[in-house]
Structures are given as structure tokens and as C-alpha cells.
């Protein structure tokens, strides 16, 4: 049985962050200086401030180096539009780690086009809320470019549809190979739901930006509105899990159904994984409070090889 992505038994440690955000460069309420300080207040280690790359706001790829300090940092990043999904006027693709001077889209640029120059030009790039954008399994399989799904969008959350494993499940089953972050996706618009909602974890070696970038597009992470996530092994077909206080520990995957453990503060538990033959399983974890954490999705065959 092969198991990769895996980030408990990486080097280093896990570091706090969140890769969806927005400053009063685009249509956020806050400064990126009193947004960055907002998240070190909140104990993040690092921030990805992504404004709408749009040409009213003049395409806006936000310096936050000037908010690195010791123990925090930031990477660069943007949120990039172009017409068109099937169901919205314009794609939503979050790209972390751009260059500074990352070009503007081109006239008649695809998302999907984007998304492919983004990747090639270094950065980390995510589906951004497929469910509130209502991200077709069509649209989201031609976003060839994409590393990740945003699987928890704390902001969509107000609109009931914040949860997108739905399509991830279905991406997977189809055979992409792909991880999963939740993001706060903050504006600090008094009509919004507080920021620093929801973040990930991070496994790597520094806080360096490069390092945080290269464990995000190796899978090394998890993502959490409240639990950690300690420990998720696998041996000789058995799933172990070890994590913070949990009401819930849920393990689903490429079937339909899931192993349910259920108790008061749970902090282990093993569950056999042959349900789910040679696809996949993920793991969910719910405290007493609602709040939830998730792993990627820890794949139990090889990757399928190309053909010579």
C-alpha cells in the first residue's frame, strides 16, 4: 500500500497560516500593514494577502515583504479573473507565490491559460470557492494548473456554500492528484464574519517563504477552523489518527460511506481503510465546538504512469 502526502513525519514543524485574503488594494477593508497585523495578533506565522488582480484596481500584486519580521512572514500572491465558467461571469483562481511583475491577463486569456502561466511562473495555484462560484466538475477539470482545491471558504460559509469536498471528491475519483486548503478568504467588511477563521498547517523545515511555498505544493499540510491534527499514519491497511480533544473523527474517500468514531474527547483512534481498495481516504476531525480539521487526501495506489 502506498501513502504519500503525508506531512506528520516530515522534517521541521507545522507552521499557521492563511493563503486567502484581501487588503484595501482591491475590495478589502483594512491596509495589508493593519491586515498582517491583525494575523500576527492572531498567532498566524505567515499570510498570503491575494487582491483581485483586476484592471480597476490595476492588477494589484501586493508587496507584503515589508511585513516580515522574525517569527513572521508572508508570501506573494494574488487572486486572478478571466471569463468565463460555465455558471459565472469569471473565474476565481488563487495563485500564491507569484513573482512581482506577474504579467496582466492578455486579451482573451483562459482561466485555464491563467492558472498554466501562474504555475510556470512559481506559483502555488488553487481553486478558489468552487461552490460559491459554482465550479462545474467541466470547468474544474479543464484548470489543469491547479494544485489544490479551496475545500472550506470561511466567507462563502455565510452563504451556505463554503464546503467545495464535494467536487474535490469527484476530481480525485477522476484521477487528479490533488490537496485541499481551507482559507479565511477575509475582507474585514463590517458585514463580513470575523477573519482568522480558518487556516493551514504547515510541515517545513523554516518560515522561510521558499520553504513554505515548496511544503504547500508537496502536499505538506493540513487545514483546521480549530482542531490539530497530530499524527495520521497508516499500517498494514490500518488508519491511525491522533489529534486535539474531538467529538467526531470521520474517514471517507474514493466510495460512498465513511468510518464515524464518535465519543467525548477523543484523542486517537484506528479504523481499518480497505473500503476504499486502491483510491483514497481523508480524514475529518470535529471538536466540541463544531470546528473541524482536515487532511489531504492520502492516495493508497501509485500514481498512474504515462505511456512511453
Excluded at 19 to 25: A, E, F, I
Excluded at 151 to 168: F, K, P, Q, T, V
Excluded at 170 to 199: E, K, M, T, V
Amino acid at each position: 500500500m502506498l501513502v504519500i502526502d503525508l506531512p506528520f513525519g516530515q522534517p521541521g514543524r507545522f507552521w499557521r497560516g492563511n493563503l486567502h485574503t484581501h487588503s484595501d488594494r482591491s475590495d478589502g477593508a483594512l491596509s495589508p500593514e493593519e491586515t498582517g497585523r491583525r494575523y500576527q495578533e492572531a498567532d498566524y506565522d505567515f499570510l498570503a494577502i491575494t487582491d483581485h488582480f483586476r484592471a480597476k484596481y490595476g492588477f494589484p500584486l501586493t508587496d507584503t515583504r515589508p511585513l516580515r519580521i522574525p517569527g513572521f512572514t508572508t508570501l506573494l500572491g494574488a487572486e486572478l479573473h478571466a471569463p468565463r465558467p460555465e455558471f459565472s461571469s469569471e473565474w476565481h483562481i488563487l495563485a500564491v507565490g507569484l513573482p512581482l511583475g506577474f504579467p496582466p491577463p492578455e486579451p482573451g486569456e483562459s482561466g485555464p491559460d491563467l492558472a498554466r502561466r501562474a504555475r510556470a511562473a512559481g506559483a502555488f495555484v488553487g481553486m478558489a470557492h468552487p461552490a460559491a462560484g459554482l465550479l462545474t466538475e467541466a470547468d474544474a477539470e479543464s484548470l489543469d494548473a491547479a494544485h489544490a482545491v479551496e475545500i472550506y471558504n470561511a466567507l462563502s460559509a455565510r452563504e451556505d456554500r463554503g464546503d467545495s469536498w464535494h467536487l474535490m471528491d469527484i476530481l480525485l475519483n477522476r484521477g487528479r492528484r490533488l490537496s485541499a486548503y481551507a482559507a479565511d478568504d477575509a475582507h474585514f467588511q463590517p458585514q463580513d464574519p470575523p477573519g482568522c477563521a480558518a487556516w493551514v498547517q504547515v510541515r517545513a523545515e523554516s518560515l522561510a517563504p521558499e520553504a513554505i511555498l515548496a511544503a504547500l505544493k508537496a502536499g505538506h499540510y493540513y487545514s483546521s477552523t480549530g482542531p490539530e491534527l497530530h499524527d495520521v499514519q497508516i499500517n498494514d491497511g490500518v488508519l491511525t489518527v491522533r489529534c486535539s480533544p474531538a467529538r467526531k473523527v470521520l474517514v471517507t474517500g474514493s466510495t460512498p460511506g465513511a468510518r464515524v468514531i464518535e465519543g467525548k474527547a477523543l484523542v486517537e483512534c484506528s479504523v481499518p481503510v480497505a473500503m476504499f481498495g486502491r483510491g483514497f481516504c481523508r480524514v475529518t476531525v470535529e471538536d466540541a465546538s463544531g470546528g473541524r480539521a482536515w487532511s489531504n487526501p492520502i492516495h493508497l495506489a501509485p500514481a498512474p504512469q504515462p505511456e512511453p
